[in-house]
C-alpha cells in the first residue's frame, strides 16, 4: 500500500464519517479504519465519489497508508475506548508522528496522553470539535490543543475544513499545550448548557406568563434572531417550537418527554469550575436544571405542592413582557459567558497554557453550537483589552446590561409571583449583583467561620479573636470545636 494519505481517521461513527468527508471534500487524502472494516467499505461506496479515500482494514495497513509525518484523527468515544485505540496504534508510530484526538475528551486524560506519548516522540493533540455532525461535515470550530510545531503542518488542513466566520477567518486556532483545546471546548460546551437553559427559560415565560402559544414563540425567537441573540441556538429553537407532532397534530413541544439528557461535559465544567474555585453559577444551573427533569419519581411527588398559577396577560401586555424578556435573555447570557470565560482563564493560569481569550471567541463565531453575532463584540472586548478582568468590565457589555437591568428585574418579579422556575435568569442577575455590591455578607460567614473555628483562622486580628473567643464561651449553645 503506498503511503499516500495525507491524513486518516479511524472511528467511522457518523462525527469520524463525516469528518473524513470533509477532508477529502477538501482535497486531501484520507485514509479510513474503523474497528468493523464494513463501515470503512460502506463510506467509500457511498461517498467515494467525493474524494481519494483509501480503505484499510487493519490498524498496520491503516499506518502504512499513511504519509510521514503521519496525522492519524482517532474519532472514538471518550475514556477507555480512547486509550484502546491510542494503546493499538502507537506502537506502529514513529517520532514526529501525529494522533489527534478529535472525540469530548476529558481535558486531563488529554494531559495524561500527551505526556506519556511525549516520551516516545509523538505528538499527541487533544483537539475539541463542535457543530455536530452536520459541522463535522461542511465545517465545524475545532480547538486543537498539544505541541506547538504538530500545529504547523496539520494547523493549514484544519483551517482548511474548519467553518470560516463571517469576515472569512477559519474558526481554528492553536488553544495551547497539552490539555488546552479540551478544556475549551468542555467550557464552551458548559455555555451552551447555560444557553440553553437560558432559552428553555425564556420560552416558559412567554408560554405561561404571556401565554403565547409554541407557534407564537418561535416566531419571538425568529424575530430575535434578527437582532443582537441572533444565534445558532436561537435558530433552531425557533424551529424546534414550530415543529408539529404528526401523529397528535399538537406542537412537537407538547408530547415530547420534558427530561433533558447530558452526556457530562456540562457537568465536567462545573467540577472544574468548583476546583479551581470560578463561580459559574450559570452553568451549574443549567445542569442541575437537566438532572432535576430526570427526577421523575420526585417530581411526581411534588405536583401537588402549593403555588401561584400563572394569570393571563393581554395582547399589549403580553408583548410588552417579551420584549423584556428579551433584555433579561441578553443580560444572563453576557454573564453566562463572563463566566465562561473566566474559567477558561482560570484553566489557563493553573496550567499555564496562555490562551488567547479574544482568540477563543474568535473561532466560536462559525462552526460551533454557541455561535452568535454576540461573539464578534466578545472578541473584540478581548482584543481590545487582553487582560479585561472580566467581559462585565468592557464599557459596552457593562451599558448593555444597565440597560437591561430594570427589565431583567421586573421578569424575576414576575416569573417568582407567577410560580415559574428561572434558575439561570435568577443566578445570572444574582451573581451580577454580587459583583457590584460594595459588601457581601461574606464577612458575617467569616466571623461565623471565625466564632467556630478561631485558632485555624490565621487572618483574623487578634483583638477580634480574643473578643470573639469571649462570645463563644456565652454561647448558650456552643457546637462542638473542629479545630
Ligand atoms: C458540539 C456539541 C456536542 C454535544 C455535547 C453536548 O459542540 O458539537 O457540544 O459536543 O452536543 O456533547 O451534549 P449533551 O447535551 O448530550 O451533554
Given at each position: 500500500m503506498?503511503?499516500?494519505?495525507?491524513i486518516?481517521?479511524?472511528?467511522?461513527?457518523?462525527?469520524?464519517?463525516?469528518?473524513?468527508?470533509?477532508f477529502a471534500?477538501n482535497?486531501?487524502?484520507?485514509?479510513l479504519?474503523?474497528?468493523?472494516?464494513?463501515?470503512?467499505?460502506?463510506?467509500?461506496?457511498?461517498?467515494g465519489?467525493?474524494?481519494?479515500?483509501?480503505?484499510?482494514e487493519?490498524?498496520?495497513?491503516?499506518v502504512?497508508a499513511?504519509?510521514?509525518?503521519?496525522?492519524?484523527?482517532?474519532?472514538?468515544?471518550?475514556?477507555?475506548?480512547?486509550d484502546?485505540?491510542?494503546?493499538?496504534?502507537?506502537p506502529?508510530?514513529?517520532p514526529?508522528d501525529?494522533i489527534?484526538?478529535?472525540?469530548n475528551a476529558?481535558?486531563?486524560?488529554?494531559?495524561r496522553?500527551?505526556?506519556?506519548?511525549?516520551?516516545?516522540?509523538i505528538?499527541?493533540?487533544g483537539a475539541?470539535?463542535?457543530?455536530?455532525?452536520?459541522?463535522a461535515l461542511?465545517g465545524?470550530?475545532?480547538m486543537p490543543?498539544?505541541?506547538?510545531e504538530?500545529y504547523?503542518?496539520?494547523?493549514p488542513?484544519?483551517e482548511?475544513?474548519?467553518?470560516?466566520a463571517?469576515d472569512?477567518?477559519?474558526?481554528?486556532?492553536?488553544?495551547?499545550?497539552?490539555g488546552?483545546?479540551?478544556f475549551?471546548?468542555?467550557?464552551?460546551?458548559?455555555?451552551e448548557?447555560?444557553d440553553m437553559?437560558?432559552?428553555g427559560?425564556?420560552?416558559?415565560l412567554?408560554r405561561?406568563v404571556?401565554?403565547y402559544s409554541p407557534?407564537q414563540?418561535?416566531?419571538?425567537?425568529?424575530?430575535?434572531n434578527?437582532g443582537?441573540l441572533?444565534?445558532y441556538?436561537?435558530?433552531?429553537?425557533?424551529?424546534v417550537?414550530?415543529?408539529?407532532?404528526e401523529?397528535?397534530g399538537k406542537?412537537f413541544?407538547?408530547?415530547?418527554q420534558d427530561?433533558?439528557?447530558?452526556?457530562?461535559?456540562?457537568?465536567?465544567?462545573?467540577q472544574i469550575?468548583?476546583?479551581l474555585?470560578v463561580?459559574v453559577?450559570?452553568?451549574?444551573e443549567?445542569?442541575?436544571?437537566?438532572?432535576?427533569s430526570?427526577?421523575?419519581?420526585?417530581?411526581?411527588?411534588s405536583?401537588?405542592l402549593?403555588?401561584?398559577?400563572?394569570t393571563?396577560?393581554?395582547?399589549?401586555?403580553?408583548?410588552a413582557?417579551?420584549?423584556?424578556v428579551?433584555q433579561?435573555l441578553?443580560?444572563?447570557?453576557?454573564?453566562?459567558?463572563?463566566q465562561?470565560?473566566?474559567?477558561?482563564?482560570a484553566?489557563?493560569?493553573?496550567?499555564?497554557w496562555?490562551i488567547?481569550?479574544g482568540?477563543?471567541?474568535?473561532i466560536?463565531r462559525g462552526?460551533?453550537?454557541i455561535?452568535?453575532?454576540?461573539?464578534?463584540?466578545?472578541?473584540?472586548a478581548y482584543d481590545?483589552?487582553?487582560?479585561?478582568?472580566?467581559?462585565?468590565?468592557?464599557?459596552?457589555?457593562?451599558?448593555e446590561i444597565a440597560?437591561?437591568q430594570?427589565d431583567?428585574r421586573?421578569?424575576?418579579?414576575?416569573a417568582?409571583q407567577?410560580?415559574v422556575?428561572t434558575?439561570?435568569?435568577a443566578?445570572?442577575?444574582?451573581?451580577?449583583?454580587?459583583?457590584?455590591a460594595e459588601?457581601?455578607?461574606?464577612?458575617?460567614?467569616?466571623?461565623?467561620?471565625?466564632f467556630f473555628?478561631l485558632?485555624?483562622?490565621?487572618?483574623?486580628?487578634?483583638?477580634h479573636?480574643?473578643e470573639?473567643?469571649g462570645?463563644?464561651?456565652e454561647?448558650?449553645?456552643?457546637?462542638p470545636q473542629?479545630d
Open positions: 503506498s503511503n499516500s494519505a495525507q486518516g481517521v479511524t472511528g467511522l461513527a457518523v462525527m469520524g464519517r463525516n469528518l473524513a468527508r470533509n471534500r482535497g486531501y487524502a484520507v485514509a479504519h474503523n474497528r468493523t472494516a464494513a463501515r470503512t467499505h460502506a463510506l467509500v461506496e457511498e461517498f465519489s467525493e474524494g481519494d479515500f483509501i480503505a484499510t487493519t490498524a498496520k495497513e491503516f502504512a499513511l504519509e510521514r509525518p503521519r496525522r492519524l484523527v482517532i474519532m472514538v468515544k471518550a475514556g477507555e475506548p480512547t484502546a485505540v491510542i494503546q493499538e496504534f502507537a506502529l508510530l514513529e514526529g501525529m489527534i484526538d478529535g472525540g476529558h481535558f486531563a486524560d488529554t494531559r496522553r500527551e505526556r506519556e506519548l511525549r516520551e516516545q516522540g505528538h499527541f493533540v475539541g470539535i463542535s457543530g455536530g455532525e452536520e459541522g461542511n465545524p470550530s475545532i490543543g498539544g505541541p506547538v504538530s504547523e503542518s496539520l494547523g488542513m484544519l482548511k475544513i474548519s467553518a470560516k463571517e472569512g477567518a477559519p474558526c481554528v486556532t492553536h488553544v495551547g499545550p497539552d488546552a483545546g479540551h475549551v471546548k468542555m467550557v464552551h460546551n458548559g455555555i448548557y447555560a437553559q437560558l432559552i427559560e425564556a420560552y416558559q412567554l405561561d404571556a401565554g407557534a414563540i418561535a416566531d419571538i425567537f425568529r424575530t430575535w434578527t443582537r441572533d444565534s441556538l436561537i435558530e433552531i429553537t425557533a424551529e417550537l414550530s415543529h408539529v407532532d401523529a397528535t406542537p413541544v407538547d408530547v415530547v427530561q433533558a439528557e447530558q452526556k457530562g461535559t456540562g457537568r465536567w465544567t462545573v469550575a468548583l476546583d474555585g463561580p453559577s450559570g452553568i451549574a443549567a445542569v442541575f436544571a437537566r438532572s432535576l430526570g427526577h421523575s419519581a420526585l417530581r411526581e411527588a405536583r401537588g402549593a403555588g401561584p398559577s400563572a393571563a396577560l393581554s395582547e399589549s401586555e403580553a408583548s413582557f417579551a420584549d423584556q428579551e433579561a441578553y443580560a444572563s447570557k453576557i454573564v453566562s459567558y463572563t465562561g470565560f473566566h474559567e477558561v482563564a484553566g489557563s493560569a493553573e496550567y499555564d496562555n488567547d481569550l482568540a477563543v471567541a474568535s466560536w462552526g460551533c453550537i455561535r452568535a453575532a454576540f461573539l464578534d463584540r466578545i472578541r473584540e481590545a483589552q487582553a487582560e479585561l478582568p472580566s467581559l462585565l468590565s468592557d464599557d459596552t457589555f457593562a451599558q440597560a437591561a430594570d431583567w421586573a421578569v424575576l418579579v414576575s417568582v407567577q410560580g422556575p434558575p439561570g435568569f443566578a445570572a442577575l444574582a451573581y451580577y449583583d454580587a459583583l457590584r459588601r457581601l455578607p461574606a464577612a458575617l460567614t467569616q466571623g461565623q467561620r471565625d473555628a485558632d485555624g483562622v490565621p487572618h483574623l486580628p487578634d483583638r479573636r480574643r470573639l473567643r462570645r463563644r464561651r454561647a448558650p449553645h456552643r457546637p473542629s
